[in-house]
């Protein structure tokens, strides 16, 4: 099958989990929500061969995404989905600090902007959290940190990587953090109309953009 035939049939299995969530099929959800990374890492798979470390890192990145869809999709195992997605964060930064030159950070300096934007919205996304945090302050914290580290480092990349890796990536990781802080705010402070769509639409595309960066750039050091 050529490849673009695989995205659309991947947007087709999004539109369906969609529909599920829009539609309260809980069935029809349970089932769709676990294959969109599995098919992300199929996408990933024969979009770059994982021959490299770097796509290989991404790929159990989204099986950790995928652990943590499953979790999260039963309400007394929302720390196991948490911490799944802790270390798929965590492997995310892992894998863009490989793209990134200090040597070129040093030269071109606009990250320190990004990072400034970004250390302020996290501590504001705290500061509205902390009070309904309870015993899971220091969980939500690190988390915090950590996906406001792979945004900057999804930035850092800048340099290293061709433009439209470096567009869709950050973009992604960008929809990331406003998919968490939906479901944060969700959660832990008020109840927000219609979150289940926005937090899987924004989700999904944060997952399908990291997976496409990595695709066009793993194409690009091919030519």
Not at 59 to 64: D, K, M, N, Q, R
Request: aromatic share 16%; proline share 3%; net charge positive.
């Amino acid at each position: 099958m050529k490849q673009y035939k695989l995205h659309i049939a991947f947007f087709a299995l999004a539109l369906l989990h969609l529909y599920a969530v829009f539609a309260n099929f809980p069935n029809l959800r349970f089932f769709t929500k676990p294959l969109i990374c599995l098919a992300l890492i199929f996408l990933l798979y024969k979009g770059t061969g994982l021959k490299k470390n770097i796509d290989k890192i991404i790929a159990v990145g989204l099986f950790f995404g995928c652990l943590g869809d499953t979790f999260l999709m039963f309400q007394d195992q929302f720390v196991f989905g948490l911490a799944s997605f802790l270390v798929g964060h965590i492997l995310y930064v892992i894998a863009f600090m490989k793209q990134t030159s200090p040597r070129l950070l040093v030269k071109h300096k606009g990250y320190i902007l990004v990072v400034g934007v970004l250390e302020t919205y996290s501590y504001y996304l705290f500061s509205v959290l902390q009070p309904s945090l309870g015993p899971l302050k220091i969980p939500v914290i690190l988390y915090i940190i950590t996906i406001a580290l792979m945004a900057i480092f999804a930035f850092t990349r800048k340099h290293t990587v061709s433009l439209w890796s470096f567009i869709i990536t950050f973009i992604a990781a960008l929809l990331f953090i406003v998919s968490d802080s939906i479901l944060a705010v969700d959660k832990f402070v008020a109840c927000v109309a219609n979150s289940g769509l926005m937090i899987m639409s924004t989700y999904i595309l944060a997952q399908y953009g990291i997976t496409l960066g990595a695709i066009i750039e793993s194409k690009k050091n091919r030519l």
